[in-house]
């Protein structure tokens, strides 16, 4: 058992050094592809990401009547934040929007002598975007609430773009690891075609099929290995 695990392991060394030129195309064949493969992938993910990450963004504002007095309204958002959909609810009082009104327009129009006119606003976020709507829908039949502005449209866009970078990219990813399976795996069958006499006069002396074999395996693996470690390197940098 050890004087044949012994002749593998000298085999597949002999032909690593021997071959040298078939072992140099074979990694250069892995490395090629799994650049080609891994860019893609960290591209798509990148896309992924920012695809996912911008419905995220999307909230829910939800202005009340003028005349609601601020125990109302904070019993509301006592109300929206019980919602299991609820993420966070934050209240704008109406003396803080009123004051940032006035410094956005300080340079234009002196706002300080007219009545404040705005309501005070909650605004709603929630765990999953495509949450939001059910949320809107709900807080528009309150006897509270004046207007909600939930981006309904918008958000759908941006969720059918996710979507679809989704979708592709995985679809892309798969492609593209089937097509650096296919130029793997030629590489490996020319360097078995190169060295079929080896693999005959191994059959004529005698060896079993798995140590006719296991050299091979083991150069592929290694093949495989020093490929990846040198396609890690510009795949991760990049």
């Not at 949320?135 to 059918?160: F, K, N, P």
């Not at 795996?185 to 002396?205: C, G, H, K, P, S």
Request: charged share 20%.
């Amino acid at each position: 058992m050890l004087d044949r695990l012994f002749f593998i392991l000298s085999e597949t060394l002999m032909n690593l050094r021997r071959h040298s030129m078939l072992q140099l195309a074979a990694v250069s064949t892995a490395c090629v592809a799994l650049i080609l493969l891994g860019s893609v992938g960290m591209m798509l993910y990148k896309l992924d990401a920012i695809a996912q990450s911008l419905p995220r963004q999307f909230e829910t504002e939800v202005f009340l009547k003028p005349n609601v007095p601020r125990e109302r309204t904070l019993a509301l958002q006592k109300q929206v934040e019980a919602m299991p959909e609820v993420a966070s609810v934050q209240l704008v009082p109406r003396e803080q929007a009123w004051e940032e009104e006035k410094r956005r327009y300080a340079g234009e129009v002196n706002l300080s002598d007219l009545p404040n006119p705005l309501p005070d606003k909650l605004i709603v976020r929630t765990h999953q975007p495509e949450q939001l709507p059910a949320v809107a829908a709900r807080l528009r039949g309150h006897s509270d609430v004046d207007e909600v502005l939930d981006q309904r449209g918008t958000l759908e866009r941006v969720l059918a773009v996710a979507r679809l970078v989704r979708w592709l990219g995985l679809s892309l990813v798969s492609l593209l690891m089937l097509s650096a399976l296919v130029l793997i795996y030629n590489a490996v069958r020319l360097t078995i075609f190169a060295r079929q006499l080896e693999v005959r006069i191994m059959a004529l002396v005698g060896a079993t099929l798995r140590t006719i074999r296991m050299p091979f395996i083991l150069e592929g693996a290694t093949q495989g290995g020093l490929g990846g470690i040198l396609a890690a390197a510009p795949v991760l940098l990049g």
